[in-house]
């Protein structure tokens, strides 16, 4: 059932389990325990449309390197984050889940195998194909398609799958409109989670709306499910008995705060030209032998390279770079007759310049008007063979202790304390990526695929990196309450009844997108809930 | 680095070897000649834009440098003698070319020419292929 918490009449709720936030990790868990019995709170601060007032809780300070605005990276109303969602799938990769000598000394304290039969769950909350990533196979069942680097030991080519992408809020609304045990409370904003006099239990969570209704929820479980900011930031806002806030004693929680650093790579100029409709530029390739899947690949490094060059994980999308023949032959004709020479095959460049004129009167003319806008439109890939790629650049990042959510002095409606985000990045990570980039190059020499182009950016060490807006790290999850903030079932250290369901779990972030992980760690936490209720 | 100076009479003689290849072709080989500048791009880099591409980085970064040494030094790193060109087939050459290449790349003799990452066997080439022109 759903409630709008402006419209309740009692002050205090009661349930079995209490979720804090309906993202794709609150509804995942909710949902494992529709008709089972368990009476479920499900506390979401928007409604079911987005709306500015709400949204506006999100701001706060920014003093990263990256000025980005905080209410711009997340949504808050029902379905969370998942309603501006890509849909890029992935499990971790299995090494991302170990400690590696010379990259980051943690480890997540649940082994791979234990995952995946809840990525397998995960595929279905999140309307995927058969879970297929790395089968060895299936390049052979796909002649169709040829793999750059087949023969490669340094990279390798990886699958990824689209969700459609699923908007959990209105792909799983209906199945809580009539629950007899789960309530969905709209509205409803925790403010502070509550304890015993030890800080050991907690025994509710104070809420209320923007009307200023406020409330309380009692239970026997608690789930903070608000993701990889908002987690944190409550946990270090519910400071009434333990002061730097509740499983924070030494002061991990808000600590190591991670995004997939994403860079510009710059380019690969293919010996062979690749066709339009390679799997690495239709990122939703659909496949006969799998019709219920949407497939995209990208590059990605071996297990070797990883090991041997001691790096942190990452990615190269591949994109066709925007060319045209007829600027490409403008230039050359320009090149040629101002060093005096006649161009060689002069008709064919003039044949490319006059099929192409739209390009070259674009170039032409915005240079002359000085202007940023085409004057004639040019369909940028008419062709079906592309010449030249772009790349980008998605690594993981390697954990940072000084990397951070803080609590600023700034106040927000409720007069609390609003975020501060101090996102850090390190030379370690610069170097990284200038390595994957190397690997790259290198990889496209010997095996002549083509030749790399590296921006100075990269050279230098000096890249800006942008966000991906996966927000992991700041409650992480280690087996003991001195180098995490959650056990392996995701329970806080010396917190009897606490559980957190978010990306801010994750110890390490791989290159893979989080949301199918994410919902993989709720279905089972789910589980695990069931098992102690 | 020094330049070693040749004596006039080797430098011309490898500016001719170069020079007269499309003519020598056709006598050593139906095949087209070895060294052209336009053959060799197609054949080594089959794409002509991306090798224009390419080239162009490379000759608005390179320090001008003289022909006869270019080529010396690129026979050496090639491992082939000026009078075993002569009577090499035109896909030899390309084959020993590529391997030497793709070899530079695996034990990373490689270098960051304006942004572009090429084998050093590569720049070499493309040295001796801009001087020429």
Same mark, same amino acid.
């Given at each position: 059932m759903y409630i709008d918490a402006n419209d309740l009449d009692s002050k205090v709720m009661e349930a079995d389990i209490c979720i804090i936030g309906a993202g794709c990790a609150g509804i995942t868990m909710a949902k494992e325990f529709l008709n089972t019995g368990v009476k479920v709170l499900l506390l979401e601060s928007g409604g079911f449309e987005y709306d500015d007032e709400t949204q506006s809780l999100y701001e706060g300070e920014n003093v990263s390197l990256h000025n980005f605005d905080l209410a711009d990276t997340r949504l808050r109303y029902f379905g969370g984050s998942t309603n501006h969602w890509g849909g890029m799938c992935r499990p971790l990769d299995e090494i991302d889940l170990v400690q590696r000598d010379g990259v980051h000394d943690v480890s997540w304290p649940i082994q791979f195998d234990e995952l995946v039969p809840y990525y397998k769950r995960a595929h279905i909350v999140c309307q995927l %194909?058969?879970?297929?990533?790395?089968?060895?196979y299936f390049w052979e069942k796909q002649p169709e398609f040829s793999p750059l680097l087949k023969e490669s030991d340094q990279l390798r080519t990886s699958l990824f799958q689209f969700s459609p992408p699923t908007r959990f809020g209105q792909v799983y609304r209906d199945i809580f409109k009539e629950s007899e045990n789960i309530d969905v409370i709209l509205n409803a904003n925790v403010l502070e989670v509550e304890t015993d006099e030890q800080g050991k239990k907690i025994t509710s969570v104070k809420a209320a709306t923007l009307r200023k209704k406020y409330f309380s929820v009692k239970a026997k479980k608690f789930v903070i499910a608000m993701g990889g900011m908002e987690s944190a930031r409550l946990l270090l806002l519910s400071n009434k008995v333990q002061k730097n806030g509740l499983g924070n004693a030494n002061d991990l929680v808000g600590r190591y705060y991670m995004d997939h650093l994403d860079a510009w790579a710059g380019a690969i100029q293919l010996i062979y030209d690749m066709p339009i409709k390679s799997m690495y530029f239709d990122l939703r390739t659909h496949i006969a032998s799998f019709p219920a899947a949407k497939f995209g690949a990208l590059l990605t490094p071996t297990l070797s390279t990883l090991n041997d060059n001691k790096l942190s994980n990452f990615r190269f999308i591949i994109s066709p770079a925007k060319t045209s023949k007829g600027i490409d032959s403008s230039k050359y004709i320009a090149h040629e007759m101002g060093a005096g020479h006649l161009p060689d095959n002069l008709g064919v460049h003039l044949k490319n310049v006059l099929s192409d004129i739209e390009s070259v009167a674009n170039v032409g003319l915005k240079t002359v008007f000085n202007s940023?806008?085409?004057f004639f439109k040019v369909q940028p890939f008419s062709g079906k063979l592309v010449s030249k790629v772009t790349l980008d650049l998605n690594m993981e990042q390697i954990p940072n202790r000084n990397s951070r959510v803080m609590l600023s002095s700034e106040k927000d409606f409720f007069d609390q304390n609003r975020i501060k985000l101090d996102w850090q990045v390190t030379r370690d990570d610069q170097f990284a990526a200038l390595k994957a980039v190397e690997i790259l190059a290198a990889e496209c020499g010997k095996y002549n695929i083509g030749r790399v182009f590296m921006p100075d950016s990269i050279k230098d060490g000096e890249v800006d990196f942008g966000i991906s /807006?996966?927000?992991? %790290?700041?409650t992480r999850m280690a087996d003991s309450a001195r180098t995490g903030v959650v056990n392996s079932d995701c329970k806080v250290h010396d917190i009897d009844n606490l559980f957190v369901s978010s990306s /801010?779990?994750?110890p390490t972030s791989g290159w893979a997108n989080p949301t199918l992980t994410i919902t993989a760690l709720a279905l089972r936490l789910a589980d695990h809930l069931k098992k102690v209720l | 680095m020094s330049v070693k100076i040749l004596p006039r009479r080797t430098f011309i003689k490898n500016v001719s070897i170069f020079l007269s290849m499309p003519l020598l072709a056709n006598f050593i080989d139906?095949?087209?000649?070895?060294?052209n500048v336009e053959n060799y791009l197609r054949e080594v880099l089959p794409n002509n834009f991306s090798a224009m591409s390419i080239g162009e980085h490379i000759v608005s970064v390179q320090k001008k440098s003289s022909l006869s040494g270019e080529m010396n030094h690129l026979f050496m790193i090639l491992g082939v003698a000026e009078n075993d060109i002569l009577s090499m087939r035109k896909q030899t050459f390309i084959t020993i070319l590529r391997e030497k290449i793709q070899n530079d790349f695996s034990i990373g003799n490689f270098s960051n020419i304006g942004g572009w990452i090429l084998s050093d066997t590569e720049v070499g080439l493309y040295k001796v292929l801009f001087l020429i022109r």
């Open positions: %194909g058969p879970y297929i990533y790395d089968d060895p940023q806008n085409d /807006s996966h927000h992991i %790290g700041t /801010s779990v994750f | 139906i095949d087209q000649p070895v060294l």
